[in-house]
């Protein structure tokens, strides 16, 4: 008797995308916040201290406290820091205004992270109950593989004309045009300027495109060892097996 199998597809797919989008967020986190000294060889490289006349250890200060802001760990924006040599408010109203819509997006990446992270453990739970664990690593390199080609055109497209593509992700995730900042009186503009947002949208896609490509050989990895596994028992037992997680066999049978 053959077992319904859609309920086992939909929850591997769901366990696949949840984990993808997972991935892409810790890349982003991952970049901004773990890796060492990335902010300053960021300033170094596009000679922001000129722009804004500050010291190095005066700017990463200013710079730790305005990630601590958007990842929820600090209330409010208000820095301030010593400027040509006079001590100021580091960001003026517009600015502030401009960071609160992307505080509540970051907050909102990484509150769909656990949501994806919840879903992920739900479809594990869904599917080791039913005892189809077997049929997860086939969805995950089924998705992974289609999600990676995505990335990998998207890649192509934004490289083609960054700037386009940076102008429609803020018409996209932001309803106002408080993005639009002026280099003459917006430090925040100076501090990452559009090379620093090139090099990181970059490096988010090198790292997020490793995640993939391992997570791929994984599965890759796990299919062929369980396909090797079956097709053993079958010629012991004399006859054809294929692995019940591959789409379409016809050995997708009922435990029992």
């Avoid at 989008?21 to 060492?36: G, M």
């Avoid at 970051?106 to 189809?132: D, H, Q, S, V």
Wanted: glycine share 4%; hydrophobic share 50%; with cysteine.
């Amino acid at each position: 008797m053959k077992k319904n199998i859609v309920p086992d597809r939909a929850a591997g797919v769901a366990f696949a995308l949840a984990l993808i989008i997972a991935l892409l967020i810790s890349s982003v986190e991952f970049l901004l916040y773990y890796v060492p000294d990335y902010f300053r060889i960021q300033y170094e490289k596009n000679q922001v201290l000129e722009d804004v006349h500050m010291e190095m250890d005066d700017l990463l200060d200013v710079t730790d406290k305005m990630m601590d802001y958007l990842r929820g760990d600090r209330e409010k924006l208000q820095v301030t820091a010593e400027i040509s040599g006079q001590t100021r408010g580091f960001f003026n109203q517009r600015e502030i205004a401009h960071m609160e819509d992307v505080k509540t997006l970051f907050l909102g990446g990484l509150a769909l992270r656990r949501i994806c992270l919840l879903l992920c453990a739900a479809a594990l739970l869904f599917l080791w109950k039913r005892k189809t664990l077997r049929t997860l690593p086939a969805s995950v390199l089924i998705g992974s593989g289609l999600f990676f080609a995505l990335v990998l055109v998207l890649s192509l497209i934004v490289a083609a004309d960054f700037q386009q593509a940076f102008t429609i992700f803020h018409q996209i995730f932001f309803d106002n045009d408080l993005w639009i900042l002026n280099p003459a009186t917006d430090l925040l503009i100076n501090i990452v300027p559009e090379p620093f947002f090139m090099d990181t949208a970059l490096y988010i896609v090198l790292l997020f495109g490793a995640s993939m490509l391992l997570l791929f050989a994984v599965s890759l990895y796990f299919c062929l060892q369980m396909r090797r596994k079956e097709k053993s028992a079958g010629t012991l037992s004399g006859t054809d097996s294929y692995p019940a997680y591959f789409p379409g066999s016809d050995h997708e049978r009922d435990d029992a």
